[in-house]
């Protein structure tokens, strides 16, 4: 299997624009999980789905941000208008159940 | 607030001798811990887990222990090698996974 896939690798975007984010999870796997990489927080669970289905949005930070999952092989995460502060990296991870999460290689966000 | 807790930031060691990273958890109901390894620009993956109802899980070189009394964990690295240099992240499993903030291990040759 090929993994999560993740794309694009790196975006930079200006400030107001509107940025997609992109995960094609493992085949068979039910959850699907976006998270966010920072310095402070480490890794911060932003959504998760299960059988494409929301489950939690809670770590959503702001309206601004969205996430869906039209079927079981593709979520996008939609940030606009896009800010500064949300320059980080996003992972995209899946899981079968929920014993073990695997990562995709994630996107780094760069927002001038 | 963070759960999860990994309150050394970075570690260097020795290659050949034990690196020993620590993770400190506030909920008692968390049941299912894991240590995740990250390289630079590539995402997380599983390394080692362990469930509430032990206390010592090993893999090779790998070990992680659990103490629950004192919401502890530890992940041992005997002997410790050049290519283990990498960011840790302890993580907890309650209702959802909580992830530490992080320990980049360097291993010195």
């Known amino acids: 299997d090929a993994g999560v896939i993740q794309s694009p690798r790196h975006e930079v975007t200006e400030m107001g624009q509107e940025v997609t984010l992109r995960c094609k999870p493992i085949s068979g796997h039910d959850y699907l999980f976006w998270y966010r990489q920072t310095m402070m927080r480490g890794l911060e669970l932003l959504i998760y789905f299960n059988n494409n289905v929301p489950i939690d949005d809670s770590g959503m930070p702001e309206d601004r941000f969205s996430a869906k999952m039209p079927n079981a092989s593709f979520s996008t995460l939609k940030i606009q208008p896009s800010e500064p502060r949300d320059s980080a990296v996003y992972f995209c991870?899946?899981?079968?159940?929920?014993?073990?999460?695997?990562f995709g290689s994630g996107t780094q966000l760069s927002v001038l | 607030d963070q759960q999860v807790k990994q309150n050394s930031p970075s570690l260097s060691v020795q290659e050949g001798r034990i690196s020993i990273l620590n993770c400190d958890y506030t909920n008692s109901m968390f049941d299912y811990f894991l240590w995740y390894k990250k390289y630079p620009a590539e995402g997380p993956t599983f390394l080692i887990s362990?469930?509430?109802?032990?206390d010592k899980n090993e893999d090779g070189r790998f070990t992680v222990f659990l103490n629950k009394s004192a919401k502890h964990l530890s992940l041992h690295i005997v002997p410790s090698q050049p290519g283990d240099s990498a960011v840790y992240f302890c993580a907890a499993l309650g209702n959802q996974f909580y992830f530490g903030t992080g320990t980049s291990l360097t291993v010195i040759p």
């Open positions: 362990i469930s509430s109802i032990k």
């Open positions: 991870a899946s899981s079968l159940g929920q014993e073990k999460l695997f």
